[in-house]
C-alpha cells in the first residue's frame, strides 16, 4: 500500500504537510503566521485507492497579540500653519493598534483604504508612508475626509487589522 498527501485536488504535492517515511503527517508547527490547508490523502494498492480530504488548520503564533488601541483617535481636526510647506505627522499605526509581542507581532505597514476598508485610498491631502499618516497643515482651504487604517502585523505581515471611520478635518 502507498499512502500520499496531496493538494487537495488529490493530483499535485501539498504545500506544507507531508508524510515522513513511517507514513506519519508532518508539518512545521512553528509557523508564526499560521495557516489553512485543504489536502487529500490518498491510500492505494493494486486493487483499489482510497482518497480523504481534510483541512490542516495552524493557529497563528499572533493571533490574539494585537489589538486595538482603547481611545484610539476617530478624528483628528488639523491646526493651520502658513509657515509649514512639509507633510506633519497626524497620527501613526500605535496609535491605533498595539502588540503584546512586537517582537514577533509588531505592526510592519499601515496604510489608509476608504470607508467600510473596501479598497486603497489615494487622497492628497491625507498621506501614509507605511507608519505615519501625514497631512499638509498650510492649505487655506478646508477639508473633511474619512478613511479606514488597516495595519499589517506578524512575520511577513500576514494578518490584517483595520480600523474604520478615521476622521481628518481641516478648518478653512
Known amino acids: 500500500m502507498t499512502i500520499e498527501v496531496l493538494a487537495s485536488d488529490c493530483v499535485g504535492p501539498a504545500k506544507r504537510v507531508q508524510l515522513n517515511s513511517g507514513d506519519q503527517i508532518e508539518y512545521n508547527p512553528n509557523e508564526l503566521t499560521g495557516y489553512e490547508e485543504s489536502v487529500c490523502f490518498k491510500a492505494s494498492t493494486s486493487a483499489k485507492t482510497l482518497t480523504y480530504n481534510a483541512k490542516v488548520i495552524q493557529a497563528s503564533a499572533c493571533g490574539s497579540a494585537v489589538t486595538k488601541v482603547v481611545g484610539a483617535p476617530v ?3 488639523l491646526v493651520y500653519n ?11 499605526g ?3 493598534f498595539t502588540s503584546s509581542d512586537p517582537s514577533t507581532c509588531g505592526l510592519q505597514r499601515c496604510v489608509l483604504l476608504k470607508p467600510g476598508c473596501a479598497g486603497a485610498y489615494s487622497d492628497p491631502e491625507v498621506t501614509s508612508d507605511g507608519n505615519n499618516f501625514q497631512a499638509y497643515v498650510n492649505k487655506v482651504y478646508g477639508f473633511e475626509e474619512s478613511y479606514c ?6 512575520a511577513a505581515g500576514f494578518h490584517r487589522m483595520t480600523q474604520d471611520n478615521f476622521k481628518v478635518t481641516s478648518p478653512n
Not at 149 to 154: A, F, I, M, R, S
Open 82 to 92: 502658513k509657515d509649514t510647506t512639509e507633510l506633519t505627522t497626524i497620527a501613526t
Open 149 to 154: 487604517v488597516e495595519c499589517t502585523y506578524g
Open 75 to 77: 478624528s483628528k481636526t
Open 94 to 96: 500605535t496609535d491605533f
